[in-house]
Every structure is written in structure tokens, then in C-alpha cells.
């Protein structure tokens, strides 16, 4: 799998621990950095992630930014992109379970290390249950994607 991991110079070291992970675990990394040090550069990150995911040019992306917020809404804009702020390994696998979510956005300033691995790991390792609701969760998700009333979609 190939994984976009997304911070800049604010949370690199976390990121750039983050990178490393993907790759121990087997997954290409694809690192997406900007250059200031500027907060304004979450979206931009948030951006290009989502779009690398969205373009298939990356199977799920890894987002950081000071609280994980700025990332998850602003990814969230992009089409195709379920991305899911995540406190711990358990909101990390009922995320993909669940949802299917492609992105996972992380707070660069309060996970350590190891929290940070706990929750990539799980995210990593677990599968979309596919199961009849979470998969007409996620059409009805695409629904409003496409400016069209959620409950409309069975």
C-alpha cells in the first residue's frame, strides 16, 4: 500500500517518525512536506494529502497538524477523502472498519511515539467491514459529496 504522510516543519519529527513507520510495516511512503513554518500551511498539507488519496496517486494518507482538527476538516473537503481525527488505536480501527476512511489526521503537538504507533499500526492493518450499513454509510456519504439529500441513498 502507499501511504501519503503529511506535516511540516511544526510537527516534522513526528511525521518524519510517522514515514518511517509506514515503511517498517512494508508500505511505500509518500512524504509530503512544505518548506515555512507557518500554522496557514495545515489546509495546504491537508490539501495535497487528500488529493494525492482522491487521485489515486496514494491509498490512504496520514495527515499531522497541531490538534489533528485543521486536517481533518480541510481534508475532509476534498472529494473522495474520509478523512477521521483520531485519539487512540480504537477510534483508529472503527474508523476504517466503519467508515473506510482513507485519511487519518493526528494532533503533531500530543501523541508520543508510542501512542502515535499504536494508533497507525491498527489504522494501517485494519479492512472496511463492507458490512450492509457501514457500506450504505458511505454511498450516502458520496451523496452529500455530490450536493444530494443523504436520504435519498438506500
Request: charge should be neutral.
Amino acid at each position: 500500500m502507499k501511504v501519503a504522510v503529511a506535516g511540516n516543519k511544526l510537527v516534522g519529527a513526528i511525521a518524519d517518525y510517522v514515514a518511517s513507520l509506514v515503511e517498517e510495516l512494508g508500505h511505500e511512503c509518500l512524504a509530503i512536506r512544505t518548506a515555512g513554518e507557518d500554522d496557514s500551511e495545515f489546509p495546504d498539507l491537508a490539501f495535497l494529502a487528500g488529493t494525492a488519496v482522491s487521485q489515486g496517486r496514494a491509498d490512504r494518507a496520514i495527515i499531522f497538524c497541531g490538534s489533528g482538527n485543521c486536517s481533518a476538516i480541510a481534508a475532509n473537503k476534498v472529494k473522495g477523502v474520509r478523512a477521521a481525527l483520531c485519539i487512540d488505536a480504537t477510534f483508529a480501527q472503527l474508523s476504517r472498519l466503519h467508515f473506510d476512511a482513507n485519511v487519518l489526521c493526528l494532533s503533531g503537538k500530543w501523541l508520543d511515539h508510542g501512542e502515535t504507533r499504536g494508533i497507525v499500526e491498527a489504522w494501517l492493518r485494519t479492512e472496511f467491514s463492507n458490512k450492509p450499513r457501514h457500506a450504505r454509510r458511505i454511498r450516502k456519504i458520496h451523496a452529500i459529496e455530490s450536493g444530494l439529500d443523504p436520504r435519498t441513498v438506500q
